[in-house]
């Protein structure tokens, strides 16, 4: 048996992609997990957003219609009570120039319903009085006028709210005065009773308005904000089903262009990318399994065919044989955990001399001819990262060159051209994904895992730079470098 032969062995009957089904149980589990968290999160078992709304909003208009018709009755009340001084102060004023000019007349002139005027002298005796009063009963006592006057400066009108003999509340005005040279205090009262109706009234008014506004609007706003909460309530069942099914969704977009439709495009474009990136990862892990699974089954078919024949597999066979794939499997572990490395830290950047680093390259790649170097520059980038990136593209040109390598450097820019068959331009971007080998390098036995091109881009992008390839002057494949300069 051959070395060829029996490293072909292990591959016999494998197949590219393997389904395990381990995680249905698991997936059930979570999902009576999430019914059970679901019961107690859903809207309806707690206090939902739309009643907390209402509620708040309907207490801040019952207190703002409160606050407005108790400012309304303060200000109509002192309005009112204003009014009533205004009158009685300039009708306490004229009586008093009337008495001082001895024109009084025996009948007090008045103009207001309820409105009350009398001429008293210094013993509290009515001197004249208007229609409506007794000319023996005076509006209030002189023990009463005294004390008011007292407070005031000369000419001042005291008024005060107080009863009298006529009302039970009034606005009363007193002002000194002279009567044919004697003392004298005109009086006038203005009864508060149909200030007081009007308010009581408007009170009434109030106290039955107010609730039932309060009700008209929650009800208004309960309405209002069920329109407006329906599409999130549609974006959250949609997110539900998403999210217990575990696979891609689509949440439903509302109609108006607004910021919750703006919104659900954002989620569902997010929704994609996750869909991609997570097909992505299971390709990853699958191709990843059966690219581990190769060389380890290979290991296992030698040390078993050693095993059972260990006099036709010599040990000067079998550990070419290991070392073989146990290099493999080793190179192929260091690009599996590159490519999970990356993205994970920031890159450090410095200035590099790209010649330098491509002879570094050239080093430690596994090359036949030695690659002709041409020119140099500068660019910025991670030395250690940027020599892998030129180390695979070297490794590749020279897997499927015929006779020549070329490099060719610039600013920012490094070439690597063969002489091989080419790429066709429908696989050049194809190549750059993770496990894809084009034919011709899956009929060679040193053709690679399909990583190298995979990891050259991504480590380039995530520099700052990019991998491309085109036609090269040579007949094969031209794979530039680029990075900032």
């Given amino acids: 048996m051959s070395a060829k032969s029996r490293r072909a062995l292990p591959h016999a009957g494998t197949t590219r992609h393997e389904t395990y089904r381990s995680e249905a149980p698991q997936r059930s589990d979570r999902t009576n997990h999430d019914e059970r968290e679901d019961e107690l999160t859903r809207p309806g078992s707690g206090r939902p957003l739309r009643l907390r709304l209402t509620l708040l909003t309907a207490g801040l208009l019952c207190l703002t219609l409160a606050l407005g018709a108790l400012a309304l009755t303060t200000v109509l009340s002192r309005g009112r009570v204003a009014t009533l001084d205004e009158i009685t102060v300039a009708r306490a004023e004229t009586l008093a120039a009337l008495a001082r000019d001895d024109r009084i007349a025996d009948t007090l002139p008045v103009g207001e319903p309820g409105e009350i005027a009398q001429l008293l002298d210094a013993e509290g005796r009515v001197l004249a009085t208007s229609s409506n009063a007794s000319r023996t009963l005076p509006v209030v006592p002189v023990s009463e006028t005294a004390p008011l006057l007292a407070r005031t400066g000369e000419g001042e009108v ?38 007081r109706g009007l308010l009581r009234a408007l009170t009434i008014s109030l106290v039955a308005i107010v609730p039932v506004l309060t009700l008209l609007l929650a009800w208004t706003i309960w309405l209002v904000l069920g ?15 998403v999210a217990r099914t575990g696979g891609p969704g689509t949440l439903p977009v509302p109609p108006a262009d607004d910021e919750l439709a703006a919104l659900a495009r954002t989620l569902n474009e997010m929704l994609d990318a996750l869909d991609v990136a997570a097909a992505r990862q299971r390709a ?28 036709s597999y010599q040990q000067s066979e079998l550990v070419p044989d290991l070392r073989h794939e146990v290099t493999r499997m080793q190179a192929l572990v260091e690009d599996l955990l590159l490519l999970s490395r990356l993205g994970s830290a920031p890159a450090r950047t410095e200035e590099l001399d790209l010649r330098a680093l491509v002879r570094d390259a050239v080093r430690d790649a596994r090359l036949g ?83 190298g091109l995979a990891i050259a881009r991504e480590v380039a992008r995530t520099q700052g730079g990019d991998v491309t390839l085109t036609d090269s002057e040579l007949g094969g494949v031209r794979a530039v470098l680029r990075v900032p300069h």
């Fill in 369 to 451: 001819p030695e690659p002709l170097v041409e020119g140099g520059g500068h660019g910025l980038g991670n030395s250690s990262t940027l020599t892998r990136v030129l180390r695979n593209l070297l490794d590749n040109a020279a897997r499927h060159a015929s006779s020549t390598v070329r490099v060719r450097i610039y600013d920012g820019e490094v070439a690597v051209e063969d002489d091989g068959a080419g790429i066709p331009e429908s696989d050049r971007e194809r190549v750059f994904e993770r496990f894809v080998r084009l034919d011709e390098a899956r009929e060679r036995e040193a053709g690679g895992a399909g990583l």
């Fill in 158 to 195: 005291a008024v005060t709210t107080t009863s009298t003999a006529y009302d039970d509340e009034v606005r009363l005005a007193v002002l000194a005065a002279e009567y044919r040279g004697e003392p004298a205090t005109v009086v006038v009262s203005m009864p508060l009773a149909e200030v």
């Fill in 284 to 311: 990853f892990v699958a191709d990843a399994a059966h690219e581990l699974r190769s060389p380890l089954a290979a290991l296992r078919a030698s040390l078993d065919v050693a095993t059972a024949h260990p006099e």
């Fill in 227 to 241: 329109r407006a909460l329906r599409p999130v309530e549609e974006l959250r069942r949609g997110a539900e089903r």
